[in-house]
């Protein structure tokens, strides 16, 4: 029995003394991979950049206090490299899976280099000559640079491309440079797993691309969700809510293109302004909720009033998603909006039957419109004064008056010439329809 303990605890002892080495190579907290990738006659060329430190599983060759051993590394490195890069990343021609790389040179970087601020300066970095082996360098300092090569049908195919390196560390910044041959350059830069990315997207790509984004920006934003249920609960007749969410949709649409388009002012403190006046937008419906909610034609134009405010918030969200569009700014940002208004279909889809039921068996319709609006308002305040604070941390200078802020002053100006415009006509035609309407309704009131 005492044999039997003792050699449990040896065989512990021996665990945790393999393991050590494992738990000492932490995953790191930042990682930025930086890549190139450029399409020449049949071959796909993708140059690589990533820290040494997040390939992990890889007892790299040390010398001393812990430098990288370059005279013995070069093998390491290629390993390392096969692992991490040429299984990993995945590359389509067309609708086709590329297959694995050839990996046709590694090269040990130090931070400092620059190498990579080009494709040519970084090739010629990668086939050119190695750091010299008396270099005293930490191995966890150092920078992997691979260059791999595809073999293709074509340089003028459709490219798309997976990195999969997301899993090198917690938070993974990836920027990748697309190159064809036309001379074109398309830039991207995003955070952890973006999926497959099309390179140069046709226009239905892009489209269906922001389409999602819409559908699931609205279901995940929760000041828009509470919006909208501000909305919904005094409304519940889809007809008069296909009015007011219209007006919402067509109010962001404005702002957001405008804002896509560099229209926007790109002032430290607009983003948080925005923010707060959404805030404050929730806490107003709730309130009016309470209070007693005003008629169709009078929330719709509050509606717009608020869906202003509302399309810069989205155009915060869109700003990284945009490079995803390729050459089709204007039919990713139609496409955009088109998926925020099947999320908003969906929400309403769910939360009227739900408030519906709700007020026929659980409480009284009146009640329950105070006591969820009172919920809402309560969120909305809290929300409304924390990002109060955080505005007011944002010095407000006053624009310079010049020859720029007059176009730009211009341009707004008609801007809102034409919203006030369509606001008009919009009312004036739903006012015609109510008076040659042989049952006028009456103002749908909570209290009523």
Same mark, same amino acid.
């Given at each position: 029995?005492?044999?039997?303990?003792?050699?449990?605890?040896?065989?512990?002892?021996?665990?945790?003394?393999?393991?050590?080495?494992?738990?000492?190579?932490?995953?790191?907290?930042?990682?930025?991979?930086?890549?190139?990738?450029?399409?020449?006659?049949?071959?796909?060329?993708?140059?690589?950049?990533?820290?040494?430190?997040?390939?992990?599983?890889?007892?790299?060759?040390?010398?001393?206090?812990?430098?990288?051993?370059?005279?013995?590394?070069?093998?390491?490195?290629?390993?390392?490299?096969?692992?991490?890069?040429?299984?990993?990343?995945?590359?389509?021609?067309?609708?086709?899976?590329?297959?694995?790389?050839?990996?046709?040179?590694?090269?040990?970087?130090?931070?400092?280099?620059?190498?990579?601020?080009?494709?040519?300066?970084?090739?010629?970095?990668?086939?050119?000559?190695?750091?010299?082996?008396?270099?005293?360098?930490?191995?966890?300092?150092?920078?992997?640079?691979?260059?791999?090569?595809?073999?293709?049908?074509?340089?003028?195919?459709?490219?798309?491309?997976?990195?999969?390196?997301?899993?090198?560390?917690?938070?993974?910044?990836?920027?990748?440079?697309?190159?064809?041959?036309?001379?074109?350059?398309?830039?991207?830069?995003?955070?952890?797993?973006?999926?497959?990315?099309?390179?140069?997207?046709?226009?239905?790509?892009?489209?269906?691309?922001? =389409?999602?984004? &819409?559908?699931?920006?609205? @279901?995940?934003?929760?000041?828009? /969700? !509470?919006? *909208? +249920?501000?909305?919904?609960?005094?409304?519940?007749?889809?007809?008069?809510?296909?009015?007011?969410?219209?007006?919402?949709?067509?109010?962001?649409?404005?702002?957001?293109?405008?804002?896509?388009?560099?229209?926007?002012?790109?002032?430290?403190?607009?983003?948080?302004?925005?923010?707060?006046?959404?805030?404050?937008?929730?806490?107003?419906?709730?309130?009016?909720?309470?209070?007693?909610?005003?008629?169709?034609?009078?929330?719709?134009?509050?509606?717009?009033?608020?869906?202003?405010?509302?399309?810069?918030?989205?155009?915060?969200?869109?700003?990284?998603?945009?490079?995803?569009?390729?050459?089709?700014?204007?039919?990713?940002?139609?496409?955009?909006?088109?998926? =925020?208004?099947? &999320?908003?279909?969906?929400? @309403?889809?769910?939360?009227?039957? /739900? !408030?519906? *039921? +709700?007020?026929?068996?659980?409480?009284?319709?009146?009640?329950?419109?105070?006591?969820?609006?009172?919920?809402?308002?309560?969120?909305?305040?809290?929300?409304?004064?924390?990002?109060?604070?955080?505005?007011?941390?944002?010095?407000?200078?006053?624009?310079?008056?010049?020859?720029?802020?007059?176009?730009?002053?211009?341009?707004?100006?008609?801007?809102?010439?034409?919203?006030?415009?369509?606001?008009?006509?919009?009312?004036?035609?739903?006012?015609?329809?109510?008076?040659?309407?042989?049952?006028?309704?009456?103002?749908?009131?909570?209290?009523?």
């Amino acid at each position: 029995m005492r044999f039997g303990s003792a050699r449990l605890a040896s065989l512990l002892l021996l665990g945790v003394t393999i393991a050590i080495p494992s738990i000492a190579h932490d995953i790191p907290n930042d990682v930025t991979v930086q890549m190139f990738l450029r399409p020449s006659g049949d071959k796909l060329d993708l140059l690589v950049r990533v820290p040494v430190k997040s390939m992990r599983d890889i007892d790299f060759p040390k010398l001393g206090p812990g430098y990288l051993d370059l005279a013995r590394a070069d093998q390491f490195l290629r390993d390392a490299a096969t692992v991490w890069l040429v299984r990993a990343i995945e590359v389509d021609e067309g609708n086709s899976r590329l297959p694995l790389p050839r990996l046709l040179a590694v090269r040990p970087s130090l931070e400092s280099d620059r190498s990579f601020a080009s494709y040519e300066t970084a090739l010629a970095h990668i086939t050119g000559s190695r750091l010299p082996e008396s270099t005293q360098v930490a191995w966890d300092q150092v920078m992997l640079d691979a260059w791999l090569e595809y073999p293709i049908h074509s340089d003028s195919s459709e490219f798309s491309i997976r990195p999969n390196v997301d899993t090198l560390g917690v938070r993974v910044i990836t920027v990748l440079r697309f190159l064809p041959p036309d001379g074109a350059i398309r830039a991207f830069e995003f955070e952890g797993d973006e999926g497959l990315i099309q390179l140069d997207p046709r226009w239905y790509q892009a489209s269906f691309r922001f =389409v999602r984004a &819409g559908f699931l920006h609205i @279901l995940d934003g929760t000041d828009h /969700l !509470l919006f *909208l +249920l501000c909305l919904v609960i005094p409304f519940r007749k889809f007809r008069q809510l296909l009015l007011i969410v219209t007006s919402f949709t067509v109010a962001h649409s404005f702002t957001l293109i405008a804002s896509a388009y560099g229209l926007g002012p790109d002032a430290l403190w607009f983003p948080p302004l925005i923010e707060t006046l959404i805030a404050m937008s929730i806490l107003y419906m709730a309130l009016e909720n309470i209070v007693g909610a005003s008629s169709v034609g009078r929330r719709w134009m509050v509606t717009f009033a608020f869906g202003l405010v509302h399309g810069f918030g989205f155009s915060f969200a869109l700003r990284q998603t945009l490079q995803f569009a390729g050459s089709h700014l204007l039919t990713s940002l139609v496409s955009f909006n088109l998926g =925020v208004e099947l &999320g908003q279909m969906l929400v @309403l889809a769910v939360c009227i039957p /739900l !408030l519906d *039921l +709700l007020f026929r068996y659980v409480v009284a319709e009146r009640m329950g419109t105070i006591i969820l609006s009172a919920l809402v308002a309560h969120t909305a305040w809290h929300w409304m004064m924390d990002r109060w604070g955080v505005l007011r941390q944002f010095p407000v200078k006053l624009p310079v008056l010049d020859m720029s802020f007059g176009a730009a002053a211009m341009r707004w100006a008609m801007v809102l010439v034409a919203l006030a415009g369509l606001v008009w006509l919009v009312s004036l035609a739903l006012r015609n329809r109510l008076e040659r309407s042989p049952n006028k309704p009456e103002p749908a009131n909570v209290g009523d």
